[in-house]
Nanobody
Framework: QVQLVESGGGLVQAGGSLRLSCAASGRIISNYAMAWFRQAPGKEREFVAGISRFGSNTYYPDSVKGRFTISRDNAKNTVYLQMNSLKPEDTAVYYC???????????????????WGQGTQVTVSS
């Protein structure tokens, strides 16, 4: 089983940037596709970005496309989420996840992931 720990969250002004990191242990992450989800109070968990096992494919919803970039360093067992041009509506707890989605569209589904981190808070002030 893989264990995931997120870091890098914090408070930032609108228009600013943050980089989240997700460090894995227990299993090498090249065994898994990786993703970032977020959840705001009172809302469902939302897919933010996904990346295939060796980084050849990435997936983003329209809400973050062009602003967020997911990347991975399998040698360091770490996944990153670079977030630029942040907006107040990006405020949420951000979660890292590992899994084996069966298709591109499956990346969007939380049930496709077998391991989750504890989350890191991102707050964007207006």
């Amino acid at each position: 089983q893989v264990q995931l720990v997120e870091s890098g969250g914090g408070l930032v002004q609108a228009g600013g940037s943050l980089r989240l990191s997700c460090a894995a242990s227990g299993r090498i992450i090249s065994n898994y596709a990786m993703a970032w989800f977020r959840q705001a109070p009172g809302k469902e968990r939302e897919f933010v970005a996904g990346i295939s096992r060796f980084g050849s494919n990435t997936y983003y919803p329209d809400s973050v496309k062009g602003r967020f970039t997911i990347s991975r360093d399998n040698a360091k067992n770490t996944v990153y989420l670079q977030m630029n041009s942040l907006k107040p509506e990006d405020t949420a707890v951000y979660y890292c996840a590992a899994g084996r989605p069966s298709s591109g569209s499956a990346y969007y589904t939380p049930a496709e992931y077998i391991a989750w981190g504890q989350g890191t808070q991102v707050t964007v002030s207006s």
